[in-house]
């Protein structure tokens, strides 16, 4: 991604105090609120949100009320886990210590840990809720303190023995931290190039050697969780899992070297990986011998869906700063005509990709033996989505999309930590190695032939069985999503006395229906080859099923009594956005739905409610 937006540049001059920087801006100490107070107060806080929910709204889990309260307004310039000392910890590449001090208090770790092994991970949809408040802030921060820990142990969770698990466990229990060091992948960043080789020792046991130029929080890893290279040749079979620690090896050195200087994430804390001889025994092989590429297609769904989900939180700030950038100094407290359909469009693009990413959450629990190309698709459609959102936010940020300083930088940095994060190109093109080979298969024999899926799917919020890793799967002949777009299109169809929303709803799910037809009568007559025609086919497939989910949630929000998700005026927003993305022909959204739209976002910016599906109050 590009260091600024082109828009931003070209839309204003830069303002008189857009550069004042972070460091010009003392940070006044004072005690860190305390984590126990924040959990003791939760009860009541959560008693008084089922009250103010309203019909069909969910419920903020007590841990993210928690989480939230004990980090304190952001904007307070005295609160040392707010914007100005994120951003201060950020230019000066360093740690935000006190934070990551109140997380460790608050048990953060547990989180990450399956139920049955003493945390409290029991859905991901739940844990996405938990650390947004952390994501919101600081993208750095919900990486380098914990998210890293879960998508290393996730390996563990889904293929491990009962000894492993347990081990691995009582690390990040006890205050310890895991970290994944990648194999090597096409399209490679630096994160992703370079890998480590093992071979079997004579003796038993395995001999692991290599060198990562860039390894997160490698510096204070308790364990590795190592994708080796076990074989010569390419193939589904050429890496296998190996865990590394807790604890010095039996034999060889593990080297920690010098720190990496990332372009984002700055906080976060990279450095590079040598092992030299180092030798695990046998039990430190996870599943079988070759397994490698198979668990990471497996437990990586985890992250596929789970980044999206949390990275989303630091979007709708930029947005929410963008709304007091376009109101300012007006009398009305509304943003002048130039900018309401950019900020009605993107509020309607953070609901549509909410819709996605908690989707493909609650399929790993409801079905997570067909959720794999969903969260494929999550993780491939997103990240394009929230980078044209950034782009068209600083056309309204103008000048102040260049401020370092608390009230805006938070645009500045969601830019660099983006590509860094996981939502660059490299992770775009795993996905897509996960999609283009399906696609032939699945116009073949599943779309408009699969049953709809439970509408559980669609219920942001609601009750879900437990998430089980080890029920994962890497494989799957049933489209989730495009029964539901079929089946809502005709349901639209049935309706009698629609309003001109609702007929313009049912307009756009006929539209998206038939370029699913489109698709299907285009993608059986693919080879499976990856090319410029199977890469095209697959960007418009990913967009259809986010038209999906919309619809999904639509319907279900709806069913429930939601005043706003559940009348049709966001969906119509949100669809028409992605029709016009895919070149499908659709009339402009009425006047109407665009006002009702940003006068919802302009009313939770007001109420401080997260621009999401929850509509989560916020500290600041």
Known sequence: ???????????????????????????????????????????????????????????????????????????????????LALLRADEARRTPEATEALLAEAGMAAEFVPRDLGGRLAGLEELARVLRPLFRRDLALGYGFGVTSLF????????????????????LLGGGRATTVHREVAHANAILRDEMAAERRPG???????????????????????????????????????????????????????????????????????????????????????????????????????????????????LRAAVRAATEDRPDGRPSRRWRKALAGVFADLLACDAMAVTGLRAMSLMPEESYLLGAAVKYTMPDLLREDLEELAAVLGGRGYDCGPRYGGFQKLVRDLPVAGLGHAGT????????????????????????????????????????????????????????????????????????????????????????????????ALSGAFDPQACALADRYALVLSAAAVLGVWEGRAAAGDPFLGDPAWAVLALSRTARRLGVPAADPPHDVVEEVLGEALRRCRQRRSLDLYGTRLAG
């Open 429 to 524: 093109a795993v996905c897509q190695a996960v999609i283009v080979p399906q696609l032939p298969a699945l116009a073949r024999s599943a779309w408009f032939r699969t049953p709809e899926p439970p509408a559980e799917l669609f219920r942001p919020g609601a009750p879900l069985p437990a998430f089980d890793h080890r029920r994962l799967a890497h494989s799957g002949t049933d489209d989730l999503l495009t029964a539901t777009l079929a089946g809502v299109a005709g349901r639209l169809e049935g309706r009698c006395g629609q309003g001109p929303p609702e007929a313009a709803l049912a307009a756009l799910a006929r539209a998206f229906v038939a370029e699913l037809r489109a698709l299907r009568a285009r993608c059986a």
């Open 152 to 171: 290393a142990a996730s390996s563990v969770w889904t293929a491990g023995d009962e000894g492993q698990r347990r081990s691995l466990a009582d690390v």
């Open 204 to 318: 038993g046991g395995w001999r692991i050697a290599g060198r990562k130029d860039a390894v997160i929080n490698a510096h204070r890893a308790d364990a590795f969780v190592v994708y080796a290279r076990t074989a010569r040749q390419d193939g589904p079979r050429s890496h296998s899992v190996l865990v590394l620690g807790p604890g010095a090896p039996a034999a060889g050195e593990v080297r920690r070297l010098g720190r990496a200087r990332m372009p984002g994430m700055r906080g976060a804390h990279f450095c590079g990986l040598e092992l030299d001889g180092v030798s695990v025994p046998d039990d430190a092989l996870v599943g079988a011998v070759g397994d490698g590429v198979s668990l990471a297609l497996r437990s990586f769904q985890t992250s596929h869906c789970l980044i999206p989900a949390t990275v989303l939180a630091g979007v709708d700030g930029v």
């Open 1 to 83: 991604m590009r260091d600024a937006p082109a828009s931003a540049r070209d839309a204003h001059a830069p303002a008189q105090d857009a550069h004042i920087s972070v460091r010009d801006a003392p940070v006044p100490v004072r005690d860190t609120p305390p984590a126990a107070q924040a959990h003791a107060d939760a009860p009541a806080r959560a008693d008084a949100q089922a009250r103010a929910a309203g019909p069909g709204r969910a419920v903020e889990p007590a841990r993210a009320a928690r989480l939230e309260a004990a980090l304190g307004d952001p904007f307070d310039p005295a609160n040392p886990h707010g914007h």
